[in-house]
């Protein structure tokens, strides 16, 4: 359960499931976190550190018994 609750965990299931290389980053921050993701996305491939680049924002967790302690 513990590796599912981490917070990079939706970002390296992304990464796992379609078999993405490079930097893997998670960002916590509920209002900004997309927005600086795009951005650094942008600023990896315009330097030519990536030659193309996922990003976006989730906010969720993503086991059962987790989202349960949270419903309180």
């Known amino acids: ?11 390296a299931a992304v990464s796992m499931r379609f078999g993405l290389g490079g930097p893997c980053e998670t960002v916590h ?3 900004r ?4 993701r795009i951005g650094n996305a942008a600023r ?3 330097s030519g550190r990536s030659t193309v680049a ?3 924002g989730a ?4 086991v059962e018994i987790a989202e ?3 419903a309180t």
């Open 1 to 11: 359960m513990v590796p599912m609750m981490m917070p990079n965990a939706a970002t």
């Open 29 to 31: 921050d509920r209002v």
């Open 33 to 36: 976190g997309r927005h600086a």
């Open 44 to 46: 990896f491939v315009a």
């Open 54 to 56: 996922v990003a976006g």
């Open 59 to 62: 906010e969720a967790v993503m």
């Open 68 to 70: 349960a302690g949270f």
